[in-house]
Each structure stands twice: as structure tokens, then as C-alpha cells.
């Protein structure tokens, strides 16, 4: 049996069980440069709530979901790079980290929730995730993806989404999940939030310009990586 295959078996019944909720908002993820190590070719900034979208991305859970301790999922700001998505299996078609945007933020942003819950740092808006378990985690993947597929946003002939939710179900991602003294790591900076600040000044559109006067400053805009609306 082939790698891909293994994954595919492996979560199979988890994806098959799950029951397709609803997407809104706006994906928009920025590339605000450096390396970090951990974070590949630079940092990189999920932005909700900016200039001219109609909301912020949501994820809702259908009504028919099992062990559901929440129902509606709504990202914060976070440094991100699919990082809940084990590394070892990010090669897989499919598996990368902006493949499948939507459900990759919403996942994502169930990890920094938790590890700012592990470290008594979790704002108001996390603390409504604090009933969340690491099965649900997984379980709310496989919702997600089921919700892009029926939507006919991704199919099957683009990747086996069961792979997928075998891999964020993994003794990787529950390390992941458990980790402590992360929290600050995933706080934005006021100084990226100003590159951020740059670029949707511009615009969308790469003009070329070098900086932005902001705060009688001179600031780099940051780059878009991602943007999809629902």
C-alpha cells in the first residue's frame, strides 16, 4: 500500500462521519517577510477584519455534528503557516499550507487558542474555544473539508481529503496541541501590523512601491499570499 493510500485508510471513517457546515468572510493571508526558523520562508499573518471586506471568515458547524463544543469558528489575527499541519506529510498534494486556505486558518487558529490556554494568556475570544478537544480539532477538519467539497471547491480528484484529516489526527499534532509556553510567539507585532497597514493601503495590486509613510514612519508593505472570498 502506498504512503498517500496509508493516509487515506487511516481517516476514512472520521471524514465519511462527517457532516458538511457553512464557510463565510474573506481568507486573506500576508507574507511579512524574515525567516524564523519554524515558519520556513518568512512570517506570514492571517488578517481578519480589513478595509473592504464584508466580514471576517467564519466557519459553522452544521447542526448534525457529533461532540460539538462549539458550533461557529472565527479566526483572530495569528502568525501562520499551516503550521498545525505535520510537516512530514505537507509534500502530499493537497496537504500544503495554502492549498485549502479556509480550513487551514480556522485549524490553525484552534492550535493558538489552546497553546494560549495552556499558558493562561488566551484572550476572550479563545477562551470560547476552551471546550474544544483535540479529537474535535480533527473532526472539525474533516467538517471543513467535506463543507469545500460540497461547495465544489476542491474534489476528489485534487487529494484524498481523508489523508488530510488522518494527518492533523496524528500523535504530531496532539504534541502540537499540548504545548506550552508558545503564546507570545503567535501575538502579531504592532511592526507587522503596520507592513500590514502598508499594503492594504496600496492595494491589492503589486505596484512596486518601496514603502509607506505611516505614524511618520517609513514601513515595508507586506505581500499577499492568499485571498479568497466566500
Known amino acids: ?14 471524514y465519511e462521519e462527517a457532516k458538511p457546515g457553512t464557510f463565510d468572510g474573506t481568507v486573506l493571508v500576508m507574507w511579512v517577510g524574515g525567516d524564523s526558523g519554524s515558519f520556513g520562508d518568512g512570517r506570514f499573518v492571517y488578517v481578519p477584519n480589513f478595509p473592504g471586506q464584508s466580514n471576517s471568515l467564519k466557519f459553522t458547524r452544521s447542526p448534525q455534528a457529533t461532540a460539538m463544543s462549539v458550533v461557529e469558528v472565527t479566526p483572530e489575527w495569528m502568525y ?3 503550521g498545525s499541519i505535520p510537516r512530514l506529510v ?10 485549502y486556505a479556509p480550513a487551514y486558518m480556522v485549524h490553525d487558529w484552534l492550535f493558538v487558542a489552546r497553546k494560549c490556554m495552556n499558558d493562561g494568556q488566551a484572550t476572550e475570544t479563545e477562551k470560547q474555544m476552551a471546550n474544544v478537544t483535540f479529537r474535535e480539532t480533527f473532526e472539525i477538519m474533516a467538517e471543513m473539508l467535506k463543507t469545500l467539497e460540497a461547495d465544489e471547491l476542491i474534489s476528489g480528484s485534487d487529494v484524498q481529503p481523508a489523508a ?11 504534541s502540537l496541541w499540548n504545548e506550552t509556553g508558545e503564546c507570545a510567539k ?3 507585532t504592532e511592526e507587522h501590523r503596520k507592513q500590514i497597514l502598508a499594503r492594504l493601503q496600496i492595494g491589492p495590486v503589486d505596484t512596486g512601491q518601496e514603502s509607506v509613510r505611516i505614524d511618520g514612519e517609513n514601513v515595508r508593505p507586506a505581500r499577499i499570499v492568499q485571498t479568497f472570498q466566500f
Request: glycine share 12%; hydrophobic share 45%.
Open 1 to 14: 500500500m502506498s504512503f498517500f493510500l496509508m493516509l487515506s485508510a487511516c481517516g476514512t471513517a472520521v
Open 90 to 99: 505537507q509534500p502530499v498534494k493537497g496537504l500544503n499550507p495554502w492549498g
Open 80 to 82: 501562520t503557516d499551516g
Open 164 to 174: 488530510i484529516t488522518w494527518a492533523v489526527s496524528t500523535g504530531i499534532s496532539q
Open 186 to 188: 503567535n501575538r502579531v
